[in-house]
């Protein structure tokens, strides 16, 4: 059939790396992608985790489905290592997703040694990581039709809790870093944009439990319950279609409505 359009709603062949892939938002990304029919690369820590990911789409779209990348985005040396395996497997890369994260305390209430230790682990993983990731990647953006990067940021960045100062810190620059991004690789066509989750069932929110979830949905999300992985993986899967050319340095609240919640 002919198409009377000219914009594509396919990344069918797309390369994307996608970290934290092994769990909650990036799993859920990496599954959604591939039945796309995208190709890609899991990315995370713990080798079986990261197989049983990639087993799962390799086992739905064939061998040349999935990557593993078994990779601790705070170490530099493995990112490096990461595009190089991409590459090498796929030839090309079109897409970043930076979501893998952290989330713990962070106080001025707590002792040094552990106020510092959550504060860089934090900054690394969460900010640091991502801004090295895009920069490693670029020459093969560069490249793309369609070069697309999604950073995953959270309403932490837009509203606040007590005792996540690193985690809010960290999420208001993956905002900052989109927006930059944005602006400096524009020219270049590739868009740069982040999401921030609202509250969402994971592993991350998996240690509180189901009555105070029901209870903080209620009052606070519009929606009246916590969001599922999968409704965030379609609004990176939005951002990152070719069709979705002219949105660039957006931060997207997929938060049932919280953020804009007055009373
Ligand atoms: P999750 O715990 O299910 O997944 C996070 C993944 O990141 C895990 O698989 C973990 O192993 C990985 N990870 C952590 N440190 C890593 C490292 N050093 N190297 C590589 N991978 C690492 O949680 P999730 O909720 O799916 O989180 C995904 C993203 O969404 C995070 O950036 C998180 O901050 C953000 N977020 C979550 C929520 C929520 O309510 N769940 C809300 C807003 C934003």
């Not at 990036?26 to 029919?37: N, P, W, Y």
């Not at 682990?121 to 991502?130: E, K, P, Q």
Request: charged share 20%; hydrophobic share 45%.
């Amino acid at each position: 059939m002919e198409r009377l359009s000219t914009l594509s709603r396919s990344i069918v062949g797309h390369v994307a790396i996608i970290t934290g892939a092994a769990s909650g938002m990036g799993r859920a990304t990496a599954r959604l992608f591939a039945d796309e029919g995208a190709r890609v690369v899991v990315a995370d820590l713990g080798v079986g985790r990261v197989e049983a990911v990639a087993d799962e789409i390799r086992a739905a779209h064939g061998p040349d489905a999935a990557l593993t990348a078994v990779t601790d985005v705070s170490d530099p040396l493995q990112l490096e290592r990461l595009v190089a395996v991409t590459v090498e497997w796929a030839g090309r890369l079109d897409v970043v997703v930076n979501n893998a994260g952290v989330s713990v305390l962070n106080s001025p209430f707590m002792d040094e040694a552990d106020f510092e230790s959550s504060w860089s682990h934090t900054l690394d993983v969460n900010l640091t990581a991502h801004a090295r990731l895009v920069r490693l990647a670029l020459a093969h953006l560069l490249e793309s039709p369609a070069g697309r990067i999604v950073n995953i940021a959270s309403t932490e960045a837009l509203v606040s809790t007590a005792g996540l100062g690193a985690y809010a810190a960290t999420k208001a620059g993956v905002i900052g870093l989109t927006q930059s991004l944005a602006v400096e690789l524009g020219r270049h066509g590739i868009t740069v944009n982040a999401i921030c989750p609202g509250p969402i069932d994971t592993a991350m929110t998996a240690g509180i439990d189901d009555e105070s979830k029901a209870t903080y949905a209620r009052r606070r999300v519009p929606l009246r319950r916590y969001g599922l992985p999968e409704e965030v993986a379609h609004m990176t899967l939005n951002l990152c279609l070719p069709s979705s050319s002219f949105v660039n340095g957006t931060h997207i609240p997929v938060d049932g409505g919280m953020s804009i919640r007055h009373t």
